[in-house]
């Protein structure tokens, strides 16, 4: 009995001691936040930092964590990690919000665009991709998108004045359909009703990384991804709450006021953000505009594995179209404007709801659903031609008359899009399928306009509208895609990569007008299909160096304008582009020294030119082709603790092989408005004394280019200055952003025609002055 009574003694010893120190252990729970965007941070890993102890746990989908640690107490010090983040540690005294910040290795980097919305490290992706994060983004603080794409090595944005636009990535400057601009991965715009400036509809209010691929990806996204793919992946919800105002302007009538609110609770995201911007008395004469965008998003996590998330993006857009001036205007810098009612005038809604669900740990699904309503009116200045011309040797017509047009182009769009990733345990392979289709009926007409031209002062002052109707079409346009992406490590240094996508363009055009060589074709069905592969490879020498290799092909199937305005019968094929191209990457002296560099070599086939027909008259056909070489170059210092400097440029050549136009050969010349040389070179300074400040200088050039396809002309090119100096305190903001410093006089764009020379007018020096603040941080610290 007393050996019994002993045990039972001793048992209940035991029991109350261990119970007594459960009870003194404190389970620690928090969250893992991205200190930037303030975004959850899924996926993260927290550990104990001794090692004899084993706890640790992963953050979950809204970024919290919870630790009930076996080790008695003892473990009070954990690391975080995190694909793309800096790794940190914390003592469990400290406050339960962690954030991280993004890393400073550029191999580290993650990137989602390649992969269709997929992330990937930098190093294990073989193509010329660069981003431009959300870091950059906030501290330039720019007006316009081309103040941050041109950071990107190859690209060269050219502004139009109040967010219009031109591109050029691996292309001339241009307004074709060569380039594909997404939002979180998501067309702006439906395949065949390009717009070369959809950029304006976007919010980059919204916007918190942009992401660009340079070179074709139509084996991922289909049509006009040829030149680059431009992906603005806008925030999520935010962990912490985040009620920001900003606003700004500067002294050419530049003024803009954004917002951005975000908060999550429980199961729930809410974001809300948007901005106005308007100009008003320019330096240039009849160039006002305004433009309001708000984005609205809702998230909801049904479980750590099934998450909905609904976007919407409502925006208005007016701005007065000057058009280009003459060269008299430009040689005697007159700042006045031929035009006095010309507009163009965007608005629209885009709305996608996107539901994902992750089988396993390997497996994940994705349906998307989308619905876009979009209308673009014009009375454009590029359709305004003089009655009086000279025809042959003499001028006819009359001096104070014009002809002009006003049109409209509306389009609604129905498409869903599913996408599934499993991986495998063979070689780390993974793969990517999905469907999609897009269902985009659209209507356009156009009207004659008589316009009075005053012969004193040059200026078209009046229009008169008429019951004369030019174009007036409606199309349906279907299209549907299939595509598979493979990928597979055969060595551990080595990845591989392959992609094929088929998409069949179905266009039923219906002529509202009797057909004419100039209001277009007879009621008709066309149809377009094509299979686009790419294969690649990566290989890292080490964790420090590699390389990359790919093949690629891409294709535009022709625009509605170009299949059926103007001409009597169809009969157009879609331009294919074949890319050969090689890169790699190299990191030195711990990251502080880091180079990306790829050779490209791009041949376009097929393409739509202007042919002369035996009786005289133009009619689109498939018979140019092209070539585009060139080498792109990323080079990022940090010389110093308190220094970054970066260097992005590229040296490329762009030649007509196969070029007959209107009857005129351009064969073996140089594209016009190509410039063999760019780069943007960026210096910041962000003194560790001076907590808070920052100073950064910026210079943008642009090489000599001829300015005609017969290579009779060429535009020197220029270079331009920025300053930007600003201060951070806490939610307060303040910054004075100092554009063309040297007050250069130059033109964005240059052209020659037969007409004479254009010149797209640079702003003069302006001084934009800002002001943001965070109510939410003032709110947490009162508290």
Not at 154 to 176: A, C, D, Y
Not at 602 to 626: C, H, P, R
């Amino acid at each position: 009995m007393s050996l019994l009574y002993k045990m039972i003694t001793g048992a209940l010893l035991l029991s109350l001691y261990t119970a007594s120190h459960a009870q003194d252990l404190k389970p620690f729970k928090g969250k893992i936040v991205d200190s930037l965007t303030l975004e959850p941070i899924a996926g993260a890993t927290i550990h104990c930092t001794m090692k004899e102890c084993n706890c640790g746990c992963t953050s979950d989908a809204n970024g919290g964590f919870h630790i009930n640690c076996s080790c008695n107490n003892a473990c009070t010090t954990f690391v975080v990690r995190s694909v793309g983040y800096q790794t940190v540690k914390f003592n469990t005294s400290d406050a339960t919000v962690i954030y991280l910040r993004q890393t400073t290795s550029y191999l580290e980097n993650i990137v989602i665009t390649a992969n269709r919305g997929e992330s990937a490290k930098r190093s294990e992706t073989p193509v010329a991709i660069a981003s431009v994060n959300a870091k950059t983004i906030q501290e330039t603080k720019a007006t316009t998108a081309d103040q941050l794409l041109n950071k990107v090595s190859g690209v060269n944005m050219v502004s139009l004045g109040n967010e219009q636009h031109q591109m050029s990535i691996r292309q001339p400057i241009t307004t074709r359909s060569l380039f594909l601009y997404l939002e979180d991965g998501i067309p702006v715009r439906t395949s065949g009703l390009f717009n070369h400036n959809a950029i304006l509809e976007m919010n980059m209010a919204a916007v918190k990384i942009i992401e660009v691929i340079k070179g074709p990806s139509s084996s991922l996204y289909g049509s006009e991804a040829i030149g680059g793919v431009v992906n603005f992946i806008t925030a999520a919800p935010a962990a912490l709450p985040v009620l920001k105002l900003s606003l700004q302007g500067n002294n050419i009538g530049y003024k803009r006021v954004d917002f951005i609110s975000s908060l999550s609770h429980n199961k729930w995201g809410f974001s809300l953000s948007g901005y106005h911007a308007q100009r008003r008395n320019g330096f240039i004469e009849y160039s006002d505009f305004n433009k309001g965008t708000i984005t609205a998003r809702a998230d909801y996590r049904f479980s750590g594995k099934t998450q909905l998330s609904n976007s919407i993006s409502w925006f208005n857009y007016y701005s007065d179209m000057s058009g280009s001036i003459d060269s008299i205007m430009f040689a005697s810098k007159v700042f006045q404007n031929l035009q006095t009612f010309t507009y163009r005038k965007v608005n629209g809604i885009r709305y996608h709801s996107t539901l994902s669900h992750n089988w396993t740990n390997q497996s994940r699904s994705t349906v998307t659903v989308l619905y876009r309503d979009n209308l673009i009116g014009q009375n454009p200045a590029y359709r305004v031609k003089d009655d009086y011309r000279r025809v042959g040797s003499v001028f006819i017509g009359k001096k104070d008359l014009a002809h002009g047009e006003i049109n409209e182009s509306v389009f609604k769009s129905y498409a869903v899009m599913a996408q599934h990733r499993q991986e495998l345990k063979w070689k780390r392979a993974a793969f990517i399928t999905g469907i999609s289709m897009d269902l985009s009926p659209s209507g356009y007409d156009a009207r004659y306009l008589r316009i009075k031209k005053d012969t004193i002062s040059r200026k078209y002052v009046s229009y008169q509208n008429t019951d004369s109707s030019l174009t007036d079409y409606s199309t349906r346009l279907n299209n549907y895609a299939a595509f598979m992406h493979f990928e597979f490590y055969p060595f551990k240094k080595m990845k591989i990569v392959a992609s094929l996508r088929y998409d069949y363009f179905h266009y039923v055009f219906d002529n509202n007008l009797q057909p004419s060589a100039f209001s277009g074709s007879s009621d008709t069905l066309s149809s377009f299909k094509r299979l686009s592969p790419k294969i690649g490879f990566t290989y890292n020498f080490s964790s420090q160096a590699g390389l990359y290799a790919n093949y690629s092909e891409g294709f535009v199937p022709p625009q509605v304008t170009e299949l059926y305005t103007g001409v009597k019968v169809p009969d157009l094929n879609a331009s294919v582009f074949y890319n050969y191209e090689m890169g790699g990457w190299l990191a030195l002296f711990k990251n502080k020294l880091y180079a990306d560099v790829s050779i490209y070599h791009l041949q376009g086939t097929n393409e739509i030119i202007s042919v002369k027909l035996d009786d005289g008259s133009f009619a689109n056909q498939n018979a140019g082709k092209t070539l585009h070489r060139g080498i792109e170059l990323g080079l990022n210092i940090l010389p110093l603790k308190d220094i970054s400097f970066r260097i992005s440029g590229a040296c490329s050549q762009h030649k007509f092989v196969q070029f007959v136009e209107k009857g005129i050969s351009y064969n073996g010349n140089e594209m016009n408005n190509a410039p063999r040389y760019i780069y943007n070179t960026e210096l910041w300074f962000k003194p560790s004394c001076m907590r808070g400040w920052r100073l950064g200088a910026e210079m943008q050039h642009v090489g000599k280019y001829f300015t005609d396809p017969q290579n009779t002309a060429t535009y020197k090119g220029y270079n331009v200055l920025n300053l930007r100096i600003g201060y951070q305190l806490r939610g307060l903001d303040i910054w004075l952003n100092v554009l063309n410093v040297t007050d250069n006089y130059y033109s964005y764009l240059t052209s020659k025609s037969s007409f004479g020379y254009s010149y797209q007018l640079a702003e003069p020096r302006n001084f934009n002055l800002g002001l943001a603040y965070d109510f939410a941080k003032f709110i947490k610290t009162k508290k």
